[in-house]
């Protein structure tokens, strides 16, 4: 895998900003947007009113905590386009959420907002080594989804060769990979893993695929699933962040260096705040994510509560770039489970699955349901290939070992069902990890 430290940045007058810089531009496109809401959004409107703060109290950047948060609900009170600040005939483009349930969150975009989309991903997929020459295979699902479309726009902004693949057909995907020799994937990083395996099975080696790198988002991933990624696929793996309400994938992403995911802070302004008090917190202190858009016209938002637990960092990369850091999503506020009073995340299951890769797949599922008035956990996980659960001293000296680390890291155990590989589902999309059966 070679080393792109030296890679050609997408916008370097930008990447590279000194902070006082940044600053001004941050600045003053707050202003904008906050006068530009004011007078289009009527429900943020009323907002401020309600707290008593207008346009002209924003006078420098600290002065955003005057500001209202917009939430999930306001998106949902005002479907569908209650938050936009364009005119319908401005929105050249609607996307939406990709939940399952309720009431989708809307997003529209003018042609402006799609420009500035397209620089966002741009640099994004540069710092994973993409130029002009090469060939990005976008394997996220296309349509209300904003994965597909959003990598598709970033590379057509730098010139390359798009594949608009979407997600599922494996067997296709491999083999446009090696017929057309992809040097990019774009998908989920369980689909990433759903792909390799396939290559396994064909008896493909990463040396027989022009990949060389792979940016992977829209559902939370540890380091260890990266390692693993990297491995099977031979490839860098990069981390994507975005949410389709605030843009789509292309808020930030990770550089060469994997110490953080670069903000795109021109674009967005981030804070950190407890998700308790609402106070913020410093650099370094993991709370929820709190994003304003500061360039979009369709639908801006102004402090918008991602429910994305991270930290954020301003020191310098070592990649060169000052843009903020935020750290690799950690869990969602309302994507943690609450068993038995202890508050478990995904993935610190993954984390722990991740420390046994030479006995376990990345293929699991956690079952949350209730009996007798009492929470039930189950972790059900795939051995690694050539592995059988029939070798019961194996079995139960691994179950001993798994149980240990899932108790010192969740501080509760849970029972544990090993299953031989290929059981499980395969994700072509984003992988449905839990299923909580409980009527909470």
Known sequence: MEN???????????????????????????????????????????????KGVVPGDIRTL???TKLPFITKEDLANNYPNGLFAADMEDIVRIHASSGTTGKPKIAGYTRGDLDMWGECVAR?????????????????????????????????????????????????????????????????PSYALTIAEAAEKAGLSPEEISLKAGVFGAEPWTEGMRNEIEKRLGIHAHDIYG????MGPGVSTSCSENAGMHIMEDYFFPE?????????????EKGELVITTIGK???????????????????????GRTLVRMSRVFGRTDDMLII???????????TVISRFSETLTMNYKLYVGREDNKDTFELAVELAEGLAIDDITFVENLRTRVDHELRS???????????????????????VRVEDTRKL
């Open 62 to 64: 600290a002065d955003i």
């Open 340 to 350: 038995r009073g202890v508050n478990v995340f995904p993935s610190q299951v993954e």
């Open 409 to 431: 890291i969740l501080g509760i155990g849970c029972k544990i069902r090993f299953l031989n590989a290929g059981t499980l589902p395969r994700s072509e999309g984003k992988a």
């Open 272 to 284: 950190i705040i407890d998700p308790d008090t609402l106070e913020p917190l410093p650099d370094g």
């Open 297 to 319: 016209k369709g639908m801006p938002l102004v402090r918008y509560r991602t429910r994305d637990i991270c930290y954020l960092n301003h020191e310098k990369c070592e990649c």
């Open 243 to 246: 949410l389709s309400e605030v």
């Open 124 to 188: 994004c997929l540069t710092m994973a080594g993409a130029t002009k020459k090469s060939v990005v295979q976008v394997a996220y699902g296309y349509g209300l989804f904003t994965g597909g479309l959003g990598a598709h726009i970033g590379a057509e902004t730098i010139g390359a060769t798009v594949i608009p693949m979407s997600s599922g057909n494996t067997q296709k995907q491999l083999m446009f990979m090696q017929d057309l020799k992809s040097t990019h994937l774009c998908c989920t």
């Open 4 to 50: 792109r430290r030296n890679q050609k940045d997408y916008d370097l007058a930008i990447e590279c900003a000194d902070r006082e810089t940044m600053q001004k531009i941050q600045l003053e496109r707050l202003k904008e947007t906050v006068d530009y809401v004011y007078e289009n959004v009527g429900p943020y409107r009323k907002k401020m009113e309600e």
